[in-house]
């Protein structure tokens, strides 16, 4: 990431001392996986508890396909882009900044992806204020007092904070983030998030479990009308919204490789050598293994709890009409998990459901919220870093680089959602930002791996074919998705 000559103990560097054999075995492979998980928290977020659920909520079980769709296909992008840091070295930025094109400083595509992450600092703004509403939901006697205790400093204040007493939460959660991620690196975040994803995706997997013993019981039938491959026209742009966000998005590809390289896989594998190396060859297969091994446990997580959020909102919202949105979405999804409760057995059950519902609801958001505000803040760094405008001095200086986004991020976020205070209209607006960039990283990826091959640690045929399928579905889904957006403009 820095031009200057790097330390030892740099994380982007990879010094011939610093190689590793790979691990030979399944079990001591999964023991080194991890960069994907970061990933899942980041994943299982925002897009899922609000996106997917108002999707679900709108278009009931039908498109169950595009869900399941969305999160395997660009999976295989994800791995082209981890194979690349790990044979060459390179973040993800300084690989797109060698593609031909027109240049500012950088290439042109590390530009859209600053414009993109910008964009996404709506989905951020949501997290923090959906926060700000399930914390107030849960402890509205601390609102109170924290509004009156403002109140005697400043009535105006005060009397405002009364009718949105999310804001306080939302704030406290701002700078909750802001210190934990000052507070540590790559192992915190990597534990972090691995404690909280397994949390969030055995909760939620159990609540649709719970929903069989209830009125809203998911039915096979309901289950088969997911995969006729339909496409309701009053949920297209929701739809589209939702393959941008669901899966590995636009900016968890981006961010993948840096985890990779931070988690040690490139350093493991040591120096590209200039000419046949057997050993370098050898490392580089078993490693880009584990990497694949790491990319697919991950897909198969956040496939789990995306599935499984998308099923409550067309299993229990859909039917009665309702759609999380506005400062009701807190109290709407809470509907969704308390409801399925009434005149069941598993009625006097509703208040400790209530308190999980508000804690797993708390561990979504603010996980992600955690997770994207160190990618972002690292990528940008690297942004910085390669358009000359801030150099960081090798590992020490950029980790004070990143902590500067690491704040600033966040503080954005919270005032982009005081000024909007729509979460799920933040949301919809990060998700076509990624969906519009989707095809890009896509195309940029085959291109990268076309023009710098390496047969010797190379993708399989199979596995090259199916990059090919992802980035024609994405550039598909996209190419409809702009399309859509440029209609509904020109009809308003």
Not at 343 to 363: H, K, N, Q, S
Request: glycine fraction near 10%; proline fraction near 5%.
């Amino acid at each position: 990431m820095s031009e200057h000559a790097p330390e030892e103990h740099d994380l982007y560097a990879t010094p011939a001392d610093a190689v590793e054999e790979p691990p030979r075995t399944l079990r001591k492979a999964l023991g080194r996986i991890g960069p994907g998980l970061i990933l899942a928290a980041a994943i299982v977020g925002t897009g899922e508890l609000i996106n997917t659920t108002g999707l679900g909520a709108k278009a009931g079980f039908t498109l169950l396909w595009l869900i399941l769709a969305s999160c395997v296909v660009k999976v295989f992008v994800q791995v082209e882009l981890g194979r690349y840091a790990i044979v060459h070295g390179k973040t993800t930025l300084a690989a797109f900044d060698t593609l031909p094109g027109p240049r500012a400083g950088a290439s042109w595509i590390c530009w859209l992806w600053l414009f993109m992450m910008l964009a996404t600092q709506a989905q951020i703004a949501a997290m923090e204020g959906t926060v700000g509403q399930a914390a107030h939901m849960a402890f509205p006697g601390a609102s109170d007092a924290m509004a009156s205790a403002v109140g005697s400093v400043s009535p105006s204040w005060g009397a405002f904070l009364k009718t949105r007493e999310e804001y306080i939460w939302a704030a406290l959660t701002t700078l909750a983030a802001s210190a934990l991620l000052l507070s540590g690196g790559y192992r915190r975040i990597e534990r972090i998030t691995t404690i909280l994803v397994a949390a969030v995706t055995l909760y939620t997997v159990a609540s649709v479990a719970v929903l069989q013993w209830t009125r809203f019981r998911i039915g096979f039938p309901d289950v088969a009308s997911g995969f006729t491959l339909a496409l309701p026209a009053t949920a297209v742009g929701l739809a589209f919204s939702a393959f941008g966000i669901t899966g590995v998005g636009a900016a968890e590809l981006v961010a993948y490789p840096y985890w990779c390289i931070e988690k040690g896989y490139a350093r493991f594998v040591g120096p590209r050598p200039r000419g046949d190396d057997s050993g370098w060859v050898d490392r580089a297969r078993g490693w880009t293994r584990v990497m694949q091994l790491d990319a697919w446990v991950s897909m198969l997580v956040f496939t789990i709890a995306t599935v499984a959020f998308y099923l409550l909102g067309a299993a229990v919202l859909h039917p009665q009409g309702l759609d999380p949105k506005g400062p009701e979405m807190i109290p709407t999804l809470a509907r969704m998990y308390l409801g399925p409760l009434e005149g069941t057995p598993l009625e006097p059950l509703r208040g400790g459901v209530r308190i999980a519902f508000l804690l797993g609801a708390w561990a979504v958001l603010f996980k992600t919220l955690y997770v994207a505000t160190a990618a972002n803040a690292r990528l940008t760094v690297d942004f910085l870093n390669l358009t000359g405008l801030w150099r960081p001095a090798g590992d020490a200086g950029r980790e004070r680089a990143i902590k500067v986004f690491c704040v600033v991020y966040p503080a954005l976020a919270l005032a982009l959602y005081y000024a909007v205070r729509e979460p799920l209209g933040l949301v919809k607006a990060g998700g076509v930002a990624q969906g519009m960039m989707l095809p890009l990283i896509a195309g940029a990826t085959i291109y990268l791996r076309r023009r710098d091959d390496d047969p010797r640690v190379g993708p399989s045929r199979l596995s090259d074919a199916c990059t090919w399928i992802a980035f024609v579905a994405i550039t598909i889904v996209a190419g409809y998705s702009a399309f859509d957006l440029a209609r509904s403009l020109l009809a308003s």
